[in-house]
């Protein structure tokens, strides 16, 4: 479970079979047309197939399952107005624009 409008996913999914080495995808992120991150599946902590058994242990997957895995430094803060936008190797990219609510927590968290 995620916030609304939190952990945005898309605009598309790709399938295994369309990944041949998801251990070794470059990903990029700017802020502003700023470089943000610059990263590499294959520097994660724990890999690929690591994180899928070890999940799996304690879940059971199904299609269209998503693991979140956390982010390389530099990302934040974000503000309104700010654009955002990711790029992963052979899978795609997306931007979006960051936006403040008029919705308030009932408690700081």
């Known amino acids: 479970k995620s916030f609304e409008t939190f952990t945005p996913l898309g605009p598309w999914v790709v399938t295994a079979d369309e990944v041949e080495f998801p251990e070794n995808l470059s990903n990029r992120l700017w802020v502003n047309g700023e470089l943000r991150q610059s990263a590499n599946t294959s520097e ?31 990302v934040g803060p974000f503000v309104p107005g700010d654009e955002v936008r990711i790029e992963i190797q ?8 960051v936006v403040e609510t008029d919705v308030q927590a009932p408690r700081a968290y």
């Open 44 to 74: 994660m902590i724990v890999g690929i197939e690591e994180l899928i058994e070890l999940v799996s242990s304690v879940v059971t997957l199904q299609p269209g399952d998503v693991i979140a895995t956390g982010t390389p430094e530099g």
């Open 90 to 97: 052979q899978i795609g990219s997306m931007s979006l624009s």
